[in-house]
């Protein structure tokens, strides 16, 4: 063993030596124990429900807090030094709620938050010198409820905030000095609900993506720098505005041909048939085909046969279905079920009603 390491140059040592120090430390730094306890706090229609929630270096562990139908709630929480730790915070169809987040110098650290449906809320989340850390921020349908985010120093990072058919809530996002890190911004179908977006740094050193959506007139999007939008921009106009651009509806599709029926199929080969046999025999081939032309017409103008008994009524035809089941509207109203109940029979009812 000595002779090999005397073998070995100066930079070779050092690079041995560095990797057995890097192969002793990395069990203790890659797997700190958990020093909080995991915290769930799921609670149904919470009133006035208060949760602060403040830890310093905590290491492994989550923290889950879900209001269902929340009134007036108010959710603060702060982590310094976090590593390898998980934040999920969810509100689902609620009022008058507060949700606060602040992270600092944080490492692995993953943090979700999503509103459903919440009115008169607000939204704030601050973290601060991150590395590695994921962000993800949903909105869906929020009225009068804003949100605000600021994101500093992320290195190697993922920031996702986004809102759907927003109604008077504002979006502001900032990030400070990003590096290395993805960022995603969008609103989709905004109603009086501006989108702020601020970069303070290098763009080129991120992947930025900032879009707005089939924005109404009162929706302001406002970029620094400028906003990094697709080459190709559409304008939406809604149905039933003043302007001259509005597209109405496209009209219904054509209801599908009727489907020829297969006897005139036959009648069709048949008389093709007998036409060539007119030709081979004379006169005979031509009492042929008169009969089958006669068998034909006696068939076509009497479609009813091979529909008859329909639901109990004679002579409703493939035509009357289209229109009025039953060809009137006492047959039709005789034709509506009665085992499940008088609301689907008077539903039946109206529907003869209408098309009898």
């Given at each position: 063993?000595?002779?090999?390491?005397?073998?070995?140059?100066?930079?070779m040592?050092?690079?041995?030596?560095?990797?057995?120090?890097?192969?002793?430390?990395?069990?203790?730094?890659?797997?700190?124990?958990?020093?909080?306890?995991?915290?769930?706090?799921?609670?149904?229609?919470?009133?006035?429900?208060?949760?602060s929630?403040?830890?310093?270096?905590?290491?492994?562990?989550?923290?889950?807090?879900?209001?269902?139908?929340?009134?007036?709630?108010?959710?603060?929480?702060?982590?310094?030094?976090?590593?390898?730790t998980?934040?999920?915070?969810?509100?689902?169809?609620?009022?008058?709620?507060?949700?606060k987040?602040?992270?600092?110098?944080?490492?692995?650290v993953?943090?979700?938050?999503?509103?459903?449906?919440?009115?008169?809320?607000?939204?704030?989340i601050m973290?601060?010198?991150?590395?590695?850390?994921?962000?993800?921020?949903?909105?869906?349908?929020p009225?009068?409820?804003?949100?605000?985010?600021?994101?500093?120093?992320?290195?190697?990072?993922?920031?996702?905030?986004?809102?759907?058919?927003p109604?008077?809530?504002?979006?502001?996002?900032?990030?400070?000095?990003?590096?290395?890190?993805?960022?995603?911004?969008?609103?989709?179908?905004?109603?009086?609900?501006?989108?702020?977006?601020?970069?303070?740094?290098?763009?080129?050193?991120?992947?930025?993506?900032?879009?707005?959506?089939a924005?109404?007139?009162?929706?302001?999007?406002?970029?620094?720098?400028?906003?990094?939008?697709?080459?190709?921009?559409?304008?939406?106009?809604?149905y039933?505005?003043?302007?001259?651009?509005?597209?109405?509806?496209?009209?219904?599709?054509?209801?599908?041909?009727?489907?020829?029926?297969?006897?005139?199929?036959n009648?069709?080969?048949?008389?093709q048939?007998?036409?060539?046999?007119?030709?081979?025999?004379?006169?005979?081939?031509?009492?042929?085909?008169?009969?089958?032309?006669?068998?034909?017409?006696?068939?076509?103008?009497?479609?009813?046969?091979?529909?008859?008994g329909?639901?109990?009524?004679k002579?409703f035809?493939?035509?009357?279905?289209?229109?009025?089941?039953?060809?009137?509207?006492?047959?039709?109203?005789?034709?509506c079920?009665?085992?499940?109940?008088?609301r689907?029979?008077?539903?039946?009812?109206?529907?003869?009603?209408?098309?009898?």
């Open positions: 063993m000595l002779v090999r390491q005397a073998k070995l140059s100066g930079g040592k050092v690079f041995v030596q560095v990797a057995c120090m890097i192969l002793m430390a990395l069990p203790t730094c890659t797997c700190l124990p958990q020093n909080y306890d995991d915290i769930d706090m799921s609670i149904d229609q919470p009133k006035g429900e208060s949760v929630i403040s830890q310093s270096n905590p290491s492994s562990n989550a923290i889950h807090i879900g209001h269902n139908n929340p009134d007036g709630s108010d959710i603060s929480i702060s982590q310094t030094n976090p590593y390898n998980s934040v999920h915070i969810s509100m689902n169809v609620g009022k008058d709620t507060k949700v987040v602040e992270m600092t110098e944080g490492v692995n993953q943090l979700h938050v999503s509103f459903n449906g919440m009115t008169n809320s607000e939204c704030e973290v601060a010198g991150c590395f590695n850390c994921s962000v993800h921020a949903s909105f869906q349908n009225v009068n409820t804003p949100v605000k985010v600021t994101m500093d120093d992320a290195k190697v990072s993922f920031l996702h905030v986004s809102q759907n058919i109604t008077s809530s504002d979006m502001e996002v900032t990030m400070n000095n990003p590096v290395n890190s993805q960022i995603h911004i969008s609103q989709a179908v905004p109603r009086s609900s501006s989108l702020t977006w601020m970069l303070n740094g290098d763009a080129d050193k991120n992947q930025v993506h900032v879009s707005q959506n924005a109404d007139g009162n929706s302001d999007l406002n970029c620094t720098p400028d906003c990094p939008q697709p080459e190709n921009e559409y304008s939406y106009d809604y039933g505005d003043e302007s001259s651009n509005a597209v109405e509806p496209p009209p219904p599709p054509p209801p599908p041909p009727k489907p020829q029926r297969k006897q005139q199929n009648n069709n080969r048949n008389n048939r007998n036409n060539s046999g007119n030709r081979r025999n004379g006169n005979n081939g031509g009492r042929n085909n008169n009969k089958n032309k006669a068998g034909g017409q006696g068939r076509s103008e009497n479609p009813k046969s091979s529909n008859s329909f639901q109990g009524q002579g035809t493939t035509k009357d279905a289209q229109g009025c089941p039953g060809g009137s509207l006492e047959a039709c109203n005789q034709g079920p009665t085992n499940y109940g008088s689907v029979t008077q539903v039946c009812q109206t529907v003869c009603k209408k098309r009898c």
